[in-house]
Nanobody
Framework: VQLQAFGGGLVQPGGSLRLSCVAS????????VGWYRQAPGKQRELVAS???????NYADSVKGRFAISRDNAVNTVNLQMNSLKPEDTGVYYC?????????WGQGTQVTVSS
């Protein structure tokens, strides 16, 4: 499984961004896809995830502001981020899990600043 992340950038507080994670390879084996982020000097943390059955999970800090969704037709998982705050700044990584393996995409920088 290979993952490519798109959509980072610079946005003002209160703005929106949409991240996309495109999977290729043995995508049929993916059980769960998640978005993680790592801020400078901090550990990588889960932001949101979605399972093959559609159930979702969010970090408390993003509930009500972020929405994760998947488009199976194009093997893509999107993260819509609204009402962005400076503390949302970080490198965002896409992660995919199968029964036996875990895969990471390259990070994409999200900077929330005025």
């Amino acid at each position: 499984v290979q993952l490519q992340a798109f959509g980072g950038g610079l946005v003002q507080p209160g703005g929106s961004l949409r991240l996309s994670c495109v999977a290729s390879g043995s995508t049929f084996s993916i059980d769960e896809v998640g978005w993680y982020r790592q801020a400078p000097g901090k550990q990588r943390e889960l932001v949101a995830s979605i399972r093959s059955g559609g159930s979702t999970n969010y970090a408390d800090s993003v509930k009500g502001r972020f929405a994760i969704s998947r488009d199976n037709a194009v093997n893509t998982v999107n993260l819509q981020m609204n009402s962005l705050k400076p503390e949302d700044t970080g490198v965002y990584y896409c992660n995919a899990r199968t029964v036996f393996n875990e895969y990471w995409g390259q990070g994409t920088q999200v900077t929330v600043s005025s």
